[in-house]
Nanobody
Framework: QVQLVESRGGLVQPGGSLRLSCAAS????????MGWYRRAPGKDRELVAL???????KYADSVKGRFTISRGSAQNTVYLQMNNLKPEDTAVYYC?????????????WGQGTQVTVSS
């Protein structure tokens, strides 16, 4: 089992920025996709962004042009730079890893970190 440790989220004003990070305890051979999902109050979990070890990315339409996902050189860390945040971005954000596909999450989850966008 891979352990994923996320950085703390926070309260941000609309239009502001925030960067989340997630460190994996190890990389399982054959699993190269890491990323972020989120769950807003009263809504289902949704994909935010994914990245493969080759740097291929996938974003939700709602965050394209505002969020950027990247990986550290050691490949066991993933970052989510969130710019021009909107109130509808308010959610608990979960790091995900241990997967090898873009159409389903991997088997490892972080504990979740709250991001609140409000004035």
């Amino acid at each position: 089992q891979v352990q994923l440790v996320e950085s703390r989220g926070g309260l941000v004003q609309p239009g502001g920025s925030l960067r989340l990070s997630c460190a994996a305890s190890r990389i399982i051979l054959g699993t190269n996709v890491m990323g972020w999902y989120r769950r807003a109050p009263g809504k289902d979990r949704e994909l935010v962004a994914l990245i493969s070890s080759a740097g291929i990315t996938k974003y939700a339409d709602s965050v394209k042009g505002r969020f950027t996902i990247s990986r550290g050189s050691a490949q066991n860390t993933v970052y989510l730079q969130m710019n021009n945040l909107k109130p509808e971005d308010t959610a608990v954000y979960y790091c995900n890893g241990g997967g090898s596909r873009f159409d389903r999450p991997g088997g490892s989850w972080g504990q979740g970190t709250q991001v609140t966008v409000s004035s």
